[in-house]
């Protein structure tokens, strides 16, 4: 996956299961950093622009087989253009940090492994709509299935597709991060997610010191 020119502020996404706390911990970081006098946009996806959020709602909502794999991919795919080219390009390019919770490793942990599609497809449409822009850093928060899923369940909501889909699904979902983290270690760190929300964001800020402000 590319680097960003040297000219663009830099791009931050967090990726996990289900219930790993990535919103929380986006909030946390983005008040870090506006402490550091960093201008900052936190963002998501699917969604994040208007059109993306459209399509959102047709991933996360439903019946959890309404899709099948190359189906969900393409849909995720549409909603990145979408997301990169109204929202993410445009901060960076002004100067302002972007922190994403989520962006192109979901697919390939959700679709590429969870549905079984495999990693070519989406390697190959990754290249296609991101290239050069994907994140500079990626923050794998990593934690138990059964407790990502237990906390998923106590948030409600009908945004539950995903959710709902069976306990093997959330387990593969899981060992394709850490493969994933695995195969690039020059932008993805994992964070150990089962300790207290401040003892995380502790970690996550020593991270992005160390990689993006040191």
């Not at 390939?108 to 990693?119: C, D, E, H, V, W």
């Not at 990502?148 to 959710?163: C, S, T």
Request: charged fraction near 25%.
């Amino acid at each position: 996956m590319g680097q960003a020119p040297a000219t663009r502020a830099p791009f931050i996404s967090l990726e996990g299961g289900e219930g790993s706390g990535k919103s929380t911990q986006i909030r946390y970081l983005n008040d870090s950093l506006q402490a550091l006098g960093k201008p900052v946009l936190t963002t998501r996806e699917p969604g994040g622009a208007p059109g993306a959020e459209e399509i959102r709602a047709l991933l996360v909502q439903g019946a959890p087989g309404r899709w099948d794999g190359l189906t969900e991919t393409l849909l995720h795919f549409a909603a990145r253009r979408d997301h990169l080219v109204k929202t993410v390009n445009p901060a960076r390019m002004a100067g302002r940090w972007v922190v994403s919770d989520r962006f192109a490793d979901s697919t390939m942990a959700y679709q590429g492994f969870g549905q079984k599609l495999g990693p070519e497809i989406i390697t190959r449409l990754y290249d296609l709509v991101v290239g050069a822009d994907g994140p500079d850093l990626t923050l794998v928060l990593d934690l138990p299935v059964e407790i990502g899923l237990r906390r998923a369940v106590g948030r409600g909501g009908v945004e539950d597709r995903y959710e709902r889909m069976g306990r093997d699904f959330h387990e593969r979902l899981r060992q394709a991060y850490l493969a994933i983290a695995k195969a690039a270690p020059e932008r993805c760190v994992i964070v150990d997610a089962s300790g207290s929300e401040t003892a995380i964001a502790s970690q996550i800020l020593a991270i992005v010191t160390d990689r993006l402000l040191s």
